[in-house]
């Protein structure tokens, strides 16, 4: 799955109206909500503040609001944007002043959509790929070729820890474990040690 980069706003004006997009990455239903809430307290004076979420593992979580817009014109097309681009753990709030002009529903279904995208192009996507932390240690005798031979690996070792021998700890894709675990033994003629961790996931930026 994947999620927004970082949080951010990007304004569109169609026709003197403006819509002002903000996206916020939020963990589940509470999240998003208490986002939703708070911008809306920010922004009262606007026409119309329009939102749209999804949540979940695997964004099975989704909800949307047209905040008194013709029904299906704002937050219908403001979820599907996030849907289609595959994301989760996001949150988009579209704040609408109104410039004297109407747009109609088409129009409206448009802008709503273009706001959304627009500011996913602003702030990135990132691919949330699952891994485990897996420690491993040591002797200090071979600690400086060993952290080397990681780095040379592709394996970036995180915290590193200095006692009675050298433990570090690598963040390993899950279809990688077993390699990784049989690359560290032959890397130190079977004298280093392995220990995986809790799951969880990394980011990497989606071109």
């Given at each position: 799955?994947?999620?927004?980069?970082?949080g951010g706003s990007v304004e569109?004006?169609?026709?003197?109206?403006?819509?002002?997009?903000?996206?916020?990455?939020?963990?589940?239903?509470?999240?998003?909500?208490?986002?939703?809430?708070?911008?809306?307290?920010?922004?009262?004076?606007?026409?119309?503040?329009?939102?749209?979420?999804?949540?979940?593992?695997?964004?099975?979580?989704?909800?949307?609001?047209?905040?008194?817009?013709?029904?299906?014109?704002?937050?219908?097309?403001?979820?599907?944007?996030?849907?289609?681009?595959?994301?989760?753990?996001?949150?988009?709030?579209?704040?609408?002043?109104?410039?004297?002009?109407?747009?109609?529903?088409?129009?409206?279904?448009r802008a709503y959509g273009q706001?959304?995208?627009?500011?996913?192009?602003?702030?990135?996507?990132?691919?949330?790929?699952?891994?485990?932390?897996?420690?491993?240690?040591?002797?200090?005798?071979l600690a400086g070729r060993f952290?080397?031979?990681?780095?040379?690996?592709?394996?970036?070792?995180?915290?590193?820890?200095?006692?009675?021998?050298?433990?570090?700890?690598?963040?390993?894709?899950?279809?990688?474990?077993?390699?990784?675990?049989?690359?560290?033994?032959?890397?130190?003629?079977?004298?280093?040690?392995?220990?995986?961790?809790?799951?969880?996931?990394?980011?990497?930026?989606?071109?």
């Amino acid at each position: 799955m994947r999620t927004i980069g970082q949080g951010g706003s990007v304004e569109l004006e169609v026709r003197r109206s403006r819509f002002v997009c903000t996206l916020a990455r939020a963990a589940d239903e509470a999240e998003a909500a208490a986002f939703i809430a708070g911008h809306r307290r920010e922004h009262r004076d606007a026409t119309h503040n329009c939102t749209a979420y999804v949540v979940g593992e695997h964004g099975e979580i989704t909800k949307s609001s047209d905040d008194g817009e013709p029904a299906g014109t704002a937050g219908i097309p403001m979820l599907e944007v996030l849907v289609r681009r595959g994301l989760t753990g996001t949150a988009a709030v579209v704040t609408r002043y109104f410039g004297g002009v109407k747009l109609g529903a088409g129009g409206l279904v448009r802008a709503y959509g273009q706001a959304v995208s627009g500011a996913l192009d602003a702030v990135g996507v990132v691919e949330l790929r699952p891994v485990v932390t897996v420690t491993v240690g040591v002797d200090h005798a071979l600690a400086g070729r060993f952290l080397g031979d990681l780095h040379a690996s592709g394996h970036q070792p995180g915290h590193v820890r200095y006692g009675t021998g050298v433990e570090a700890d690598v963040a390993v894709p899950v279809p990688e474990l077993e390699a990784f675990e049989a690359w560290a033994a032959q890397a130190t003629a079977g004298r280093a040690w392995t220990r995986r961790g809790a799951p969880g996931h990394i980011e990497v930026p989606v071109r």
